[in-house]
């Protein structure tokens, strides 16, 4: 089955230490995108990807890092930078940009937390 | 920023009964999309509405929208207890280079037997 896959499901960072979320997909779908959900709230994009070796910053991308290397991988590096990285990710692919705007097929998430 | 704003916030119904959940954003847009996403679990994608349509259905899902008034609702009819989640209403803008969704805030819907 196609679909978006993230993992760990869980993860937790302990002070001053830099983490990887990972995101895979099998849709063949160009465009990626990093989402950071907060309790009650609704999604705010972190960063964005519409071809391999190129992304670009959302709305609140300080404190990440991502890279896209390959057309199924976009992995979200979560800084020490970041200082109140606790919340959930959610990484999200669709098939075409531009203003036809194609909707977004979603992972499940990694709930990060600081120890 | 958050473009969308959900109204109600949370709303709570009996099975069977109707729910209507309504979205207001800001600034133009080329469509808005609404998703559901269940407790834990990942956004999925109900319905797509372009900017110049006023009214979709699919299934028990009838989802309206007002470019002048730049809003739109979304009308569950029949609910079921598994309807039970949230629900987020996301407007897609395109700038020339990118399309960008932003997503409302949602609105929690508990459907009861």
């Known amino acids: 089955d196609g679909g978006i896959t993230q993992s760990p499901k869980y993860l937790f960072r302990k002070e001053g230490q830099n983490v990887t979320l990972s995101c895979e997909q099998n849709?063949?779908?160009?465009?990626m995108y990093w989402y950071r959900q907060d309790p009650g709230q609704g999604l705010r994009l972190i960063y964005y990807s519409q071809i391999v070796n190129d992304f670009q910053k959302g709305d609140i991308a300080e404190g990440y890092s991502v890279s896209r290397e390959k057309k199924e991988s976009f992995p979200l590096t979560v800084t020490s930078a970041q200082k109140n990285p606790t919340a959930f990710y959610l990484c999200?692919?669709?098939?075409?940009?531009?203003?036809?705007?194609?909707?977004?097929?979603f992972g499940d998430g990694t709930r990060l937390s600081i120890l | 920023s958050q473009q969308g704003e959900e109204d109600p916030q949370a709303l709570s119904i009996q099975e069977g009964e109707n729910a209507t959940m309504n979205c207001s954003y800001k600034?133009?847009?080329?469509?808005l999309q609404w998703y559901r996403q269940n407790s834990g679990r990942g956004l999925v994608h109900l319905i797509l509405?372009?900017?110049?349509?006023r009214e979709k259905h699919s299934g028990r899902l009838r989802v309206t929208l007002d470019t002048s008034k730049k809003s739109s609702s979304l009308l569950i009819t029949a609910s079921r207890a598994a309807d039970t989640a949230s629900y987020f209403c996301a407007t897609l803008s395109y700038t020339g280079t990118a399309s960008k969704l932003t997503f409302g805030t949602g609105t929690r819907l508990q459907v009861t037997l």
């Open positions: 849709l063949n779908h160009d465009a």
């Open positions: 509405i372009r900017s110049n349509e």
């Open positions: 600034t133009s847009i080329n469509n």
């Open positions: 999200a692919s669709s098939s075409a940009v531009g203003p036809g705007g194609q909707p977004q097929h």
